[in-house]
């Protein structure tokens, strides 16, 4: 089964959009690398979100204009970052306190697969160097809840969302919602399926099934993406 690569109804900036609608005011959060981190750009103005990260920084900002970057202030993917006022630094066994003591609210991570229980890939590929996995383990098992926003399909074209994840874990039945340029699925966590809950627009919820190889329930008409 392969997905069709000619159109991504969604942006990766507006599937960042999307997951930012998850944040609550006073949240502790954590942003993976990747997509996740454009997150950051859009917290709405009317709340208050503490961004957290593994190196030790609470309060991280926006990504930093070119006449703002501060080459020693990083986030854990390396990347350049602002900080809020309020911010704070700490070092990187106490960060990873915060996450194993259950103390961050939402984590929004990147995926290269996702099993139809809620099973997470998301630190290596077999035969391909990797620096290592990081927070990752940590943030599936200690955060209170975990949302993963990604591409519904890989370059290959092939589905990321499968029935059993082939590389190696991350962390199992953990992730409360995926966030693709295609829909939202949230978790039921009776039935240990992922439920279609809203679609981006131009895409049915055929083209989803086409396009997903794990089992997903759909029980009402799914909503349009807020975008």
């Not at 070119?66 to 900080?83: P, S």
């Amino acid at each position: 089964m392969r997905c069709t690569l000619h159109r991504m109804p969604l942006n990766r900036d507006q599937v960042a959009r999307r997951a930012a609608r998850e944040l609550r005011d006073g949240f502790y959060v954590n942003l993976g690398i990747g997509m996740p981190t454009l997150v950051a750009n859009h917290v709405p103005d009317d709340i208050t979100v503490w961004l957290q990260s593994e190196n030790g920084l609470l309060g991280m900002g926006p990504f930093p204009t070119e006449d703002a970057v501060d080459a020693d202030l990083i986030n854990a993917g390396k990347q350049t970052v602002t900080a809020v006022p309020g911010a704070s630094y700490f070092s990187s066994h106490e960060s990873f306190e915060m996450i194993r003591g259950g103390h961050i609210d939402l984590a929004i991570l990147g995926a290269m697969e996702i099993g139809q229980e809620g099973d997470i890939a998301n630190w290596m590929i077999p035969g391909k160097l990797v620096k290592g996995m990081g927070g990752a383990m940590d943030l599936v098992a200690g955060v209170q809840r975990v949302v993963v926003i990604m591409d519904h399909c890989n370059k290959r074209g092939d589905p990321k969302l499968i029935p059993a994840c082939t590389l190696p874990l991350t962390g199992v039945a953990c992730i409360d919602m995926v966030i693709t340029d295609l829909c939202v699925l949230e978790m039921d966590p009776e039935s240990r399926r992922f439920v279609l809950t809203e679609l981006a627009p131009q895409v049915t919820i055929d083209e989803v099934r086409a396009k997903t190889s794990a089992e997903i329930l759909v029980r009402d008409d799914p909503r349009p993406m807020p975008i």
